[in-house]
């Protein structure tokens, strides 16, 4: 019998394989060639232009228009040489995906004769047609489009498709009244003003630090399929996960794959990737298997925080179009798969200063140690006071399938530091003032320095389900999802360590002028924090049960859900902050807040009407074209003088297909009432807990009698690939 999943099947077999021999020259001969560097800025430019432009990037001041013009112009004829017809502004809407809208070089001059054309104004600022991107009303209320500007701190680079070049130039998408449409704008903002609040705090330790910048390495989880699998699952082409199937018979666990050869055909994508990647300037340099089958993980070094997030954004672009190239797709669904690990994205993040200092890095010294206790302490003083903030950040509605499920962070925010540095936290909390004064200064008694091989050790020990965990020299804010921006939970861990910083620095101030010493006045603050935050600390096993008890009772915030998550966006106290530390108006944060609730909205009623339409027009019938075959068996056998008794197979069979059948009919009917009773809700808030609370159930009901019927029904007319399929062939 053919159908989509024989067709898939067959052509799975025929994969012509992977041709392209592997580029084998040294990656630093290529690394960035398709990127205008800061070096390559410098070849193209005057020398005062460039003088202009360093000095313009220190002082946080407005490239001027000539200066524009003179960048533009270099950049013109960096891409002309190699190749470049059109370019576009590069931005990151709140979709989730990327966008472009490419204008070509070539103009008319006034003569009518053909010339490329490229200034200061086509770099600096566009207009896209923005009318069909979320705003969340902005647009709306102030009647005002939205424009793309340059961020002239990510460098601009050439995205090649097919030997077809366009000069892409990384922007932030804002409304005309100055409303950030996008995730770029906020993280900047965020960005600033984690600056400001760390080199505060960082002057007490150096006083040559000017700068403060964060850094993120993101770890990138994904899984890889074949392609014509892929098309003949429309669960996976809609939603990007499989919103019914049976678990294999092996699945994971054997946990085979985790340290398993890379199967050819992926290792071969992953060195096309690679590839693309180096080009672009993306410092990518692990590759591995991650622990469910077909399931795999890329990591770069870590930059600067906003090139990073250019950086992930760019290769979940380059990651999709390699995959097809390959017959292949890349899932970056946080759950493909029921019954095996999800996928997430570990945001490695920390803040290294202009001097060349990792703030989260133990010292050498006991002064450095101070500095290093300092910003980790507040670091998890400001998770403490903000865990809500901080899970709303994160929240989205396919990473609600990954929280909390057994392998994955849970929803509740928690800090795991290792056993050294909570015998610190503990040191300091247990002091009294008195100790505090009697140390000299530069005397501390912590000498982490002595006990590195320790912290190394609860490093390399540490603990893979703590949502929030401290490795040796870096967070590691694990929660985040494997398809989100980001740009998001950054912009949010900027944005409340920077409001603590300023807070601590603050009181610690104000010691000072009483007449504490700089370090009594730190350790007094530090041991403040310790004292009001310590409960977030968590060693031991996230997944378990008893955490969850245990966090109940220490008053943790334990939200599963995102349309509640979200709430904490919209607190009185995330307003404040957004406002005063100049990340959001009220009014974006509003409006960002009712994108990720239409967003969540969306995405579930995407996933009911392809559950009702898989089940209506093939689940169903095939289930009873199975039925109709058993029926017809049994008439046929009785006509031959067969007893029922002899049956019985048949009539069982029969039997539980028909119960299962009915069942799943039944449900996918309540299904479509419930559907059209959330519609009715009054706000988009309701008609997304509606949703979640009332709807999606009923998927995981639907689902358990059509995986049911998988098993029951015979294996040939079964319509849509199965697991096994899907995720053991390569
Ligand atoms: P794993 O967590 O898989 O053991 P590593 O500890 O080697 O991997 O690093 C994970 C990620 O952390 C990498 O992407 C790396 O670049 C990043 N990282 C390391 N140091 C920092 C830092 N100071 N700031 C931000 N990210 C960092
Ligand atoms: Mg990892």
New binding site residues.
């Given amino acids: 019998m053919s159908n989509h999943r024989s067709n898939a099947m067959s052509l799975f077999l025929t994969r012509p394989k992977w041709s392209k021999p592997a580029d084998n020259r040294k990656i630093s001969t290529y690394f960035a060639e398709n990127v205008f560097t800061e070096s390559k800025l410098r070849t193209y430019l005057s020398n005062d232009a460039y003088k202009a432009y360093k000095h313009t990037l220190t002082e946080g001041k407005k490239i001027t228009r000539d200066l524009a013009d003179q960048i533009a112009a270099a950049l013109k004829a960096w891409c002309m040489e190699q190749g470049t017809t059109h370019y576009t502004h590069w931005f990151q809407p709140l979709t989730g995906t990327t966008a472009e809208k490419h204008d070509s070089f070539f103009t008319l001059s006034s003569s009518g004769s053909a010339i490329e054309k490229f200034d200061g104004d086509a770099l600096v600022q566009q207009e896209p047609d923005a009318s069909s991107f979320p705003s969340g009303g902005l647009r709306a209320t102030f009647e005002a489009r939205g424009y793309t500007a340059w961020d002239p701190m990510s460098p601009a680079f050439i995205m090649d498709i097919s030997g077809s070049k366009t000069l892409c130039i990384p922007t932030v998408f804002i409304s005309y009244t100055g409303e950030a449409l996008d995730h770029k704008a906020p993280l900047i903002r965020s960005l600033e003003i984690l600056d400001k609040a760390a080199t505060g705090v960082a002057r007490y330790f150096d006083r040559f630090v000017n700068k403060v910048s964060a850094?993120?390495?993101?770890?990138q989880e994904y899984f890889l399929i074949d392609k014509a699998m892929y098309y003949a699952r429309p669960d996976l082409m809609a939603s990007g996960r499989t919103i019914i199937g049976r678990s294999p018979a092996k699945g994971q666990q054997l946990e085979d794959h985790y340290f398993g050869a890379i199967p050819d055909r992926v290792y071969n994508y992953m060195v096309d990737l690679e590839l693309e990647c180096h080009k672009l300037g993306i410092p990518v340099?692990?590759r591995h298997n991650e622990v469910a089958p077909s399931q795999f993980?890329l990591?770069?070094?870590?930059?600067e925080a906003n090139i990073?997030v250019d950086h992930n954004s760019l290769l979940m672009d380059v990651m999709d179009r390699v995959a097809r190239r390959h017959h292949l797709i890349c899932l970056l669904h946080e759950k493909p798969f029921a019954g095996i690990n999800g996928s997430g994205k570990?945001n490695?993040?920390?803040?290294?200063t202009d001097t060349g200092t990792?703030l989260?890095?133990p010292g050498k010294t006991p002064r450095n140690n101070l500095q290093f206790l300092t910003f980790f302490i507040n670091t998890i003083k400001a998770v403490h006071d903000n865990a809500d903030i901080l899970r709303a950040s994160i929240a989205s509605e396919s990473n609600d399938y990954r929280l909390g499920a057994n392998e994955a962070p849970p929803a509740i925010i928690s800090v795991f530091i290792g056993d050294f540095l909570t015998k610190a936290m503990e040191t300091i909390e247990q002091r009294v003032d008195k100790d505090i004064k009697e140390e000299e200064e530069n005397e501390l008694k912590l000498d982490i320095h002595k006990m590195i091989p320790d912290v190394m050790m609860d490093?390399t020990d540490r603990n893979r389900t703590s949502p929030f965990a401290f490795?040796?020299?870096?967070f590691?804010f694990r929660a985040v999802g494997s398809s989100a921006n980001c740009s998001e939970p950054m912009m949010v861990l900027n944005m409340i360590v920077a409001n603590q910083l300023i807070d601590f620095k603050n009181k610690v101030d104000k010691h000072i002028t009483d007449g504490e010493k700089k370090d009594s006045a730190i350790l007094i603050e530090l041991r403040a924090c310790v004292k009001s935050c310590k409960k977030i600390l968590f060693e031991g096993d996230n997944y378990s049960e008893s955490w969850a008890k245990e966090a109940a009772k220490r008053g943790l915030p334990n939200i599963k859900t995102t349309p509640l998550a979200l709430d904490a966006l919209v607190s009185k106290k995330a307003f404040k902050m957004f406002s005063e530390l100049n990340i959001m108006s009220e009014k974006e944060v509003e409006a960002r807040y009712e994108i990720n609730l239409e967003k969540y909205i969306k995405k579930v009623e995407i996933e009911a009407h392809l559950l009702n339409e898989l089940c209506i027009n093939q689940i169903l019938p095939a289930c009873i074209r199975y039925q109709t075959d058993l029926m017809l068996n049994i008439k046929s056998s009785i006509e031959m003088g067969f007893n029922k008794s002899n049956m019985k197979t048949q009539y069982e069979l029969l039997n539980t297909i028909s119960t299962l059948i009915n069942g799943v009919n039944e449900d996918v009917k309540k299904m479509n009432v419930e559907l059209e009773k959330a519609h009715k809700q009054k706000s988009s808030r309701e008609h997304a807990i509606y949703l979640c609370d009332k709807v999606k159930p009923l998927f995981l009901d639907i689902r358990a009698n059509v995986d049911s019927l998988e098993l029951y029904v015979e294996d040939k007319n079964w319509p849509l690939p199965k697991y096994r399929e899907i995720l053991f062939h390569r």
């Fill in positions: 850094t993120l390495g993101w770890e340099r692990t993980e990591a770069p070094m870590f930059e990073a570990h490695n993040w920390s803040m290294s990792n989260l890095s490093n490795t040796g020299n870096k590691e």
